[in-house]
């Protein structure tokens, strides 16, 4: 894949409204819960998916902060 061609993953969350942005954190926010949860009790299956959520969280909160400072 060139380098023209791949979006990187701030980009793509760019795509999406403020609304589907927040869904989407509070979904992601939701899950993390669960993992943490679960990770406690040696349940989790994928515990590298704890650390994605998380950055896709951050990443998730600059674009909300970057969209609002735009209206602002």
Do not use: H, Y
């Amino acid at each position: 894949m060139s380098a023209q061609t791949k979006q990187t993953a701030a980009a793509k969350i760019r795509e999406n409204s403020a609304e589907e942005l927040s869904k989407k954190l509070r979904d992601n926010r939701e899950e993390l819960l669960n993992l943490r949860l679960r990770s406690q009790s040696g349940q989790v299956q994928n515990p590298a998916r704890i650390r994605t959520l998380r950055r896709e969280n951050a990443r998730i909160k600059t674009v909300l902060a970057e969209k609002s400072a735009a209206q602002n």
